[in-house]
């Protein structure tokens, strides 16, 4: 069956058509070059109150956001309706929660996504974001940093997605502070900017957000170099006296051809105090992509990373890796209809990022994707079908990763097929 489905959406994603490809379509093609980058920097001029004399750029303030939500069905129908898996036993022999996924993670429901409202101030020296979210995805992409002064933490109450200023001494220098989110990856936390609305194994097991200071220098408009001091990943306090380093090289080698070599480090040992020697966190990260015509888009994200981490007692080191790389696709039919497909393979078998299989051991996935896009209302409402399937090596044990209908964990892998709708103002 499952080979039947890959067959139909193999052969869909080759169908040609000739319709002219609107903007926005266009923009649903292309990923942000980094999550943390401000869309709004449109300006204008103030009247000349005398003829000859020098104006001003005038700053402008705007308001955008986006709410999504979706129903998922799981073919594997499990008991506990979540796409989550399993991460092993706790010491009572019951199946401890998962990571399969990052932000759908229930099935066989009507599910709310996130909702954002985000106020944006830009004028030729300054640019200011408060992007705010609410919702059960906000939580999600918010741990270790929760604001919810209408209930307690974890209410999706309120949760600060990116609050930051950036400074232009020139049109060639700048430097940001505040938090901001990652510049590791391809995918970003916003549903209207990815194409594929379920987020990969490499987004999920990398950082979100960074709260810190960097500053980026612009060669020419096809090169930057990004530098910054950061807290440690993902918490707005930081869990040692030590700071991590993040790196961004951006160049464009051809027209529609952009490449981003992205880097962080940082001791991730949690001591208040000083910092333990002999800890650090390395993630290298490549995100390409290329516009090859006017319709057909390809992209690529790959990753490697190690863990470093000493024992203060015994001394004792272990360096774990992981990585993974995606291969995007995407094909404009026609200004209203796009369709795209992602193939993953994460490797984690080392077991030091959250991902493992059924018996609490690391472990690999392969993923295939195939999203829908249908741009609706002047491109406000999108529309987003879309078919996933994670396959894991069979567990050597008994329990495996997912869950069947009768509540065992008798599965390997996993497909859904959901209905996303996003609007975004």
Same mark, same amino acid.
């Given at each position: ?18 319709? +002219? ?31 000859? $004399? ?38 009572? #022999?019951?199946? $401890? ?10 099935? #066989? ?15 030729? $020296? ?84 960074? *709260? ?36 961004? %090289? ?17 001791? +991730? ?14 993630? %290298? ?8 015509? +006017?319709?057909?888009?390809? #992209? ?26 995606? *291969? ?9 209809? #796009? ?25 690999? *996935?392969?993923? %295939? ?57």
């Amino acid at each position: 069956m499952k080979k039947a489905v890959l067959s139909i959406f193999s052969l869909f994603s080759l169908y040609p058509a000739f319709a +002219e490809v609107s903007p926005e379509t266009k923009k649903l093609l292309k990923p942000k070059k980094s999550a943390q980058t401000v869309t709004t920097d449109t300006t204008k001029k103030a009247p000349l109150a005398e003829e000859g $004399k020098e104006t001003k750029e005038e700053g402008k303030l705007t308001f955008s956001g986006y709410i999504d939500t979706y129903y998922m069905a799981n073919l594997n129908n499990p008991a506990s309706r979540s796409n989550l898996g399993t991460s092993g036993l706790d010491e009572n #022999g019951t199946p $401890k929660p998962g990571n399969a996924r990052a932000f759908d993670q229930k099935s #066989g429901q009507f599910s709310l996504g996130l909702i954002q409202t985000k106020v944006a101030y830009t004028s030729d $020296k300054l640019d200011a974001v408060a992007d705010i979210t609410f919702g059960p995805n906000s939580d999600i992409a918010n741990y270790g940093n929760f604001f919810s002064p209408l209930g307690s933490n974890g209410s999706t109450a309120l949760a600060i997605k990116q609050a930051y200023l950036t400074y232009k001494f020139s049109g060639k220098f700048s430097v940001t502070a505040g938090q901001f989110g990652t510049h590791i990856g391809y995918e970003v936390i916003d549903a209207p900017v990815n194409y594929n609305y379920s987020l990969s194994n490499l987004f999920n097991n990398g950082p979100f957000y960074h *709260v810190g200071a960097k500053a980026q220098y612009s060669f020419s408009d096809k090169a930057y170099l990004m530098a910054g001091v950061v807290n440690n990943i993902d918490n707005i306090n930081d869990n040692n006296k030590a700071k991590g380093i993040i790196s961004q %090289f951006f160049f464009s080698p051809a027209t529609n051809f952009n490449v981003y070599l992205n880097w962080i480090g940082s001791n +991730e040992y949690s001591n208040v105090g000083a910092p333990a020697k002999g800890n650090f966190y390395s993630l %290298f990260d490549l995100a390409t992509t290329y516009q090859i015509t +006017e319709r057909f888009f390809l #992209g690529l994200n790959a990753a490697y990373g190690t863990n470093k981490t000493t024992i203060p007692v015994t001394k004792a080191t272990s360096t774990p890796k992981w990585g993974g790389v995606a *291969v995007y696709s995407n094909y404009a039919f026609s200004d209203k209809f #796009g369709l795209g497909v992602r193939y993953e393979h994460f490797d984690n078998t080392k077991g030091d990022r959250a991902l493992v299989n059924g018996d609490g051991l690391g472990t690999s *996935v392969n993923s %295939f994707t195939v999203t829908g896009n249908f741009t609706l209302a002047d491109g406000h409402l999108l529309l987003k079908p879309e078919f996933r399937m994670d396959a894991y090596p069979k567990a050597p044990g008994s329990v495996q990763k997912f869950e069947d209908s009768d509540g065992n964990y008798t599965k390997s892998s996993q497909s859904t097929i959901a209905v996303h709708a996003i609007v975004k103002f």
